[in-house]
T-cell receptor
Framework: DAGITQSPRHKVTETGTPVTLRCHQT?????MYWYRQDPGHGLRLIHY???????DKGEVSDGYSVSRSKTEDFLLTLESATSSQTSVYFC?????????????????FGEGSRLTVL | DQQVKQNSPSLSVQEGRISILNCDYT??????FLWYKKYPAEGPTFLIS?????DKNEDGRFTVFLNKSAKHLSLHIVPSQPGDSAVYFC???????????FGAGTILRVKS
């Protein structure tokens, strides 16, 4: 199994409070991603990183920010949580070139962080 | 606008029979397709992939078929086993992209 750890695994918070989810990897993969999973929507990309301090937005980035100060850590922050951000959040990693000549490579996912915003 | 669509939210199959999961895409730039499997309370895991230069890829009981002209792919599981019961996500990427786009998923239930 890929060495990916997400914390916390479960969190309940109130509307308007800040929340930070952490993803830690031991694989030294260059790419890291944050997805959210919601019924009827599957997995949607929030933000991703292609190197230390190099990040970019995904399709549902509003209300989220990320930071990557070290190869192994990728943080997702909700500055002011809303009920629409109640979801299961998955971190994923990949290393380009592992799957043929793909820029993306295969994604390896963490176990998820369930966030409930009341 | 969903670029990757899995129009069947769920599928129920008898053990030993074939399971066929379908996926359609709209972006003609997609040229690499993957299937992921997800059990409850776990992260998705890679199952099988196919490049657009192929129309079929097999791995044991799992076969993925790609029809580029119809922008359609399917995952066949033969024979289906109760342990195959999970959510299956179809995903796609473009050659010079660095992001996977996922479908909404199909819940497969294999009855024993």
């Amino acid at each position: 199994d890929a060495g990916i750890t997400q914390s916390p695994r479960h969190k309940v918070t109130e509307t308007g409070t800040p929340v930070t989810l952490r993803c830690h990897q031991t694989e030294n993969h260059r790419y890291m991603y944050w997805y959210r999973q919601d019924p009827g929507h599957g997995l949607r990309l929030i933000h991703y990183s292609y190197g230390v301090k190099d990040t970019d937005k995904g399709e549902v980035s509003d209300g989220y920010s990320v930071s990557r100060s070290k190869t192994e850590d990728f943080l997702l922050t909700l500055e002011s949580a809303t009920s629409s951000q109640t979801s299961v959040y998955f971190c994923a990693i990949s290393e380009p070139g592992l799957a043929g000549n793909r820029d993306t490579g295969e994604l390896f996912f963490g176990e998820g962080s369930r966030l409930t915003v009341l | 606008d969903q670029q990757v669509k899995q129009n069947s939210p769920s599928l129920s199959v008898q053990e030993g029979r074939i399971s066929i999961l379908n996926c359609d895409y709209t972006n003609s730039m997609f040229d690499y397709f993957l299937w992921y499997k997800k059990y409850p309370a776990e992260g998705p895991t890679f199952l099988i992939s196919i490049s657009s230069i192929k129309d079929k890829n097999e791995d044991g009981r799992f076969t993925v078929f790609l029809n580029k002209s119809a922008k359609h792919l399917s995952l066949h599981i033969v024979p289906s086993q109760p342990g195959d019961s999970a959510v299956y996500f179809c995903a796609a990427s473009a050659q010079y992209g660095n992001k996977l786009v996922f479908g909404a998923g199909t819940i497969l239930r294999v009855k024993s």
